[in-house]
């Protein structure tokens, strides 16, 4: 009976001996499985592969488009100041003021989403994601509807000669998209969207700063957040 | 006897990469198609049509035909057989690395 009893219990240790360098020699296996199992959660449902590099264009272009619109604005200022303008052509040199303003914010739009296609592609690449992919494709989607609604809106304010409202409300439309379409990207770019909501909110109680707030929202917080995933997603792909 | 519990956790069925990554992609997505799983895991169409027969042999995962525009689309999800197993799979994984 006792020599039965140590017998049971060698067999035993010895099981335990067999799991213990099955496990060890498994243990790298287990965690490349773990490795696997997450980044193909991730890059099934988000798209991980938006470009830091393409934030901080956006940012610079948006930089040198308020700087063109400042410029726009102070040789309007000058010209209304002079008295040699009779009153009736007061109105014509307003609305070119507008159409130049709406012109430099369809050039600067155009050329940042331009670069950013292009960087984001190239990000895409490295990731192992397509550039449109079932995941890009949500993320358009859901970026796209709150944008355009935005996009219509400040138009029809312009429309009203509701200018004062017009910049606020494109930061505040542009940052409801951005916490929208979050949840299919990187994280990071829920918190830039409520700094944008923010920074629109500000901008339509402090109204004829429109200009000082775009810079800020459009420019220097892009350039900011572009720096930031840069340096936390692009640098190690 | 603790260990001997977290190897018959282990499940023979998610051993394969592809299978492992088939499973993981349906966790988190409700339905998706033969294109976007070709999409995301980069392997051959026979490869992938054989792992998830034996998927759906297990009850792991549900397949569903049907036609878009009068072209055939195959689309997946996974049951509730298959997500529970594959949460025991993945606690499985978990305790077994934490236990070194």
Same mark, same amino acid.
């Given at each position: 009976? %006792?020599?039965? =009893? ?10 335990? %001996? ?23 959660? &991730?890059?099934?449902?988000? $798209? ?10 956006? =940012? ?11 410029? @726009?604005?102070?040789? $309007? ?18 609305? &070119? ?27 895409? @690449? #490295?990731? =192992? ?94 350039? !900011? ?6 340096? +936390?997603?692009? %640098?190690?792909? | ?10 499940? #023979?069925?998610? &051993? ?11 966790? !988190?997505?409700?339905? !998706?198609?033969? +294109? ?24 792991? !995962? ?8 009068? %072209? ?29």
């Amino acid at each position: 009976m %006792k020599l039965n =009893g140590i017998n049971e219990s060698n067999t035993f240790t010895l099981y335990f %001996k067999v799991l213990f360098i099955m496990e060890s020699e498994n243990k790298e296996t287990h965690l490349e499985d773990l490795s696997e199992i997450r980044s193909m959660m &991730e890059r099934s449902s988000t $798209f991980i592969s938006l470009s830091g590099l393409s934030g901080i264009v956006a =940012g610079l272009i948006a930089l040198v488009g308020s700087g063109l619109a400042y410029y @726009r604005l102070e040789s $309007f200022y000058r010209s209304t100041e002079s008295l040699e303008i009779p009153f009736a052509n007061l109105y014509d040199i307003r609305t &070119e003021l507008i159409t130049d303003f709406i012109l430099i914010a369809c050039v600067v739009l155009v050329s940042a989403i331009v670069f950013g296609l292009i960087l984001t592609a190239r990000q895409a @690449r #490295k990731k =192992g994601q397509q550039l449109w992919g079932s995941t890009s494709k949500r993320l358009f989607l859901n970026l796209a509807i709150p944008l355009i609604t935005g996009g219509i809106f400040c138009l029809i304010l312009i429309h009203h000669g509701i200018y004062g409202i017009a910049a606020p409300a494109s930061l505040m439309f542009y940052g409801l998209a951005l916490v929208n379409a979050s949840k299919y990207t990187l994280r990071d770019i829920r918190m830039l969207g409520y700094i944008e909501i923010a920074l629109g909110l500000l901008a339509s109680f402090f109204i004829g700063n429109g200009l000082l707030f775009w810079a800020i929202g459009f420019g220097v917080m892009h350039i !900011v957040y572009g720096t930031i995933m840069y340096f +936390k997603y692009d %640098k190690n792909a | 006897m603790a260990n001997d519990g977290i190897i018959a956790n282990l499940n #023979k069925a998610f &051993e394969n990469r592809i299978r492992l990554g088939i499973m993981s992609i349906l966790m !988190v997505n409700d339905v !998706v198609d033969f +294109k976007q799983l070709k999409e995301m895991l980069q392997t051959t169409d026979g490869n992938i049509a054989s792992h998830i027969n034996t998927l759906e042999k297990k009850g792991y !995962v549900a397949i569903t035909k049907q036609f878009i525009d009068k %072209k055939p689309n195959t689309s997946y999800s996974a049951t509730k057989a298959g997500k529970n197993a594959f949460k025991s799979h993945l606690n499985a994984l978990e305790k077994l690395i934490k236990h070194k």
